[in-house]
């Protein structure tokens, strides 16, 4: 395999090896509470609904007005949509408060009817198989303020520390409904898309894809024109305004010249130009690993703002503050991750896994978070070698609640546990050892991102994908990390020089080989089942006896 190996003057220090043996489980947790599901919950989460199925998202023409001043907008959003089968009732989703003033198709209004977040258009006009249409929805209103973003999202109408007005949205999770009216679903991403945001001078609005024009009204405000030629979907869509300087850079990549393009406030400009650089090197590593960065056409950019970051596609929100670690910490405890920016790492990744793979179902999302947190632990490898990635790997398991299943409920908008982030990782760091050849893994998340170019898929496309490339039997691999919120547990007893050992807490036919210390030359791949099994042991001290800490898995000796 290629080195992969980058050396960057930014980053100093080698932090210490992590403990290699985990052998007894995090405290327990006590399980969530089940969620109950609505029909607004299927309204939302569901893509084959009858006022959905029928109909395909090809573009959308967004425009909206921001005013600070009262926390308000009004605009419209274009929506252009293949007819896939004849209809005349169709979803057009925005949240509450917001509300819709008109709807308009060939130049005639539309009637239409509100069901909570969900409104329902009665087309009069012939939707004819095959054709191309276009509705336009005219909106206004006081939307939704975050409460806690990006987790909790919506708007957010702060100011930058001089007190001038800095607004940017989050939305990934609660739906970009709820800012402007569209398809609401993971499932259906437009071609392409335009975003003009109009604020009030001076501000300056960035958004996703290339700067096409700036306009300045003659009313005291700004129109910032945005245009993304590439597939995304709706969460990604972002509006971050505020007294931003730019500067750019160009990184020559896989694909030519990716133009990078980044916007920290003003007075942080000199303090940006010493972190941003650290884009550079995580675009080298992951295009190593993942293949061509997805979107040459629309750039890379990192934008300042409030909270903590998100994925925005080609418009990765940035809010760490300008140093390394998660907001001055490190989540795997090993020391590695104080030496990178997380969220220029971790939002990043996302460009792949997220945005160019983007999962139909928000119960699928750990195709995202999971492949982006372990998108950390190959960017510690790059810099500091293979051991190293995985002793940060490792560490994230202190993370790891399992107080409920990494995947959710389908078609009702449900995450799943938070465990998609560090127990998810640690699954697919798990199976890079099963797969056991790190250019054929390497293949495969390159394969991954080719495959499934620009698309939408559920999780178990995924699960297949790999599972056929590494010509491994993964699929108990999967359904036990992903749907039981049981860690494998290795068990065993050891008699003179005979071991027996079994599966514990497994789904069944469960059947992951898993490398033992059977003597002291090394480690030896055994196959354990649930039932008991033995093999020679020659260890002189029975307590050597340990498992591949690169396995996510619990040893215990069971009492008598």
């Known amino acids: 395999m ?14 210490t090896s992590a403990e290699t043996q985990v052998t007894t489980p995090p405290a327990p947790q006590p399980p969530a509470a089940p969620r109950v599901f609505t029909r607004a919950d299927t309204l939302r989460g569901a893509w084959t609904t009858p006022a959905r199925a029928w109909w395909d998202a090809a573009f959308y023409d967004l425009h909206v007005t921001l005013s600070p001043g009262d926390s308000s907008i009004r605009g419209y959003n274009a929506i252009s949509y293949r007819v896939l089968k004849p209809a005349q009732e169709l979803q057009i989703d925005l949240m509450v408060p917001l509300d819709v003033d008109s709807m308009v198709q060939d130049r005639k209004a539309v009637a239409f009817r509100r069901e909570g977040n969900a409104f329902f258009a009665t087309l009069t006009a012939p939707q004819r198989a095959g054709e191309r249409k276009t509705i336009t929805v005219y909106y206004r209103g006081r939307p939704q303020v975050a409460r806690r973003p990006p987790w909790e999202g919506g708007f957010t109408w702060g100011q930058d520390s001089i007190g001038r007005p800095w607004v940017v949205t989050t939305d990934q999770g609660m739906g970009a409904s709820a800012w402007w009216p569209n398809k609401d679903t993971q499932a259906d991403e437009p071609d392409s898309q335009r975003v003009a945001i109009t604020v009030p001078y001076p501000m300056v609005n960035i958004s996703n894809g290339r700067l096409r024009s700036t306009t300045h009204n003659g009313d005291g405000t700004t129109t910032f024109e945005w245009f993304a030629a590439n597939p995304i979907n709706n969460y990604a869509i972002a509006v971050a305004a505020g007294n931003y300087a730019h500067y750019s850079s160009v990184y020559h990549g896989e694909k030519g010249d990716l133009a990078l393009d980044f916007w920290p406030l003003d007075y942080h400009l000199p303090v940006a130009r010493s972190t941003f650089p650290q884009a550079i090197p995580m675009l080298q590593c992951f295009e190593h690993w993942f293949g061509p ?22 418009a990765i929100a940035y809010g760490n503050r300008y140093a390394n670690g998660y907001r001055g910490r490190d989540a795997s405890g090993t020391g590695y991750g104080m030496n990178w920016d997380f969220i220029i790492v971790h939002e990043s990744a996302h460009e792949w896994f997220g945005n160019n793979i983007t999962t139909k179902d928000l119960a699928d999302m750990w195709v995202h978070e999971s492949f982006a947190n372990y998108a950390e632990n190959l960017y510690t490898e790059c810099l500091f070698g293979k051991q190293a990635g995985a002793d940060y790997a490792i560490g994230t ?12 409920a389908y078609g009702v908008n449900d995450q799943g546990s938070g465990d998609m982030y560090p127990k998810g990782g640690n699954m697919l760091h798990t199976i890079r050892q099963v797969v056991g050849d790190d250019e054929k893994w390497r293949g495969i998340l390159r394969g991954l991102n080719q495959t499934f ?52 807490d497994v789904v069944p036919g469960f059947n992951m080989p898993l490398p033992v210390t059977l003597s002291s030359t ?39």
């Not at 599972?467 to 007893?493: C, G, H």
Request: glycine share 6%.
């Open 293 to 314: 960065y997805p979107w040459y056409e629309d750039g890379y950019k990192l934008i300042e703002v409030s909270n903590n970051g998100m994925e925005h596609q080609s």
């Open 397 to 408: 398991r202190r993370g790891i609640r399992n107080d409920r299943p990494i995947v959710g």
């Open 453 to 504: 170019w620009h698309q939408v898929v559920m999780g178990s496309q995924i699960e297949d994908y790999i599972t056929r490339k590494s010509e491994k039997d993964l699929s108990k691999v999967f359904e036990q990390y992903l749907r039981t919120t049981k860690i494998p547990a290795l068990e065993y007893k050891i008699d003179g020089t005979m071991l027996s050992y079994r599966w514990a």
């Open 2 to 15: 290629r080195r992969c190996m980058i050396v960057l003057g930014l980053l100093t220090g080698v932090a």
């Open 522 to 560: 090394g480690y030896t791949v055994i196959r354990p089942t649930e039932a008991w099994q033995t093999a020679r042991i020659t260890l002189a001290n029975p307590a050597d006896f340990k498992a591949d800490a690169n396995y996510y898995v619990i040893v215990r000796n069971p009492a008598p």
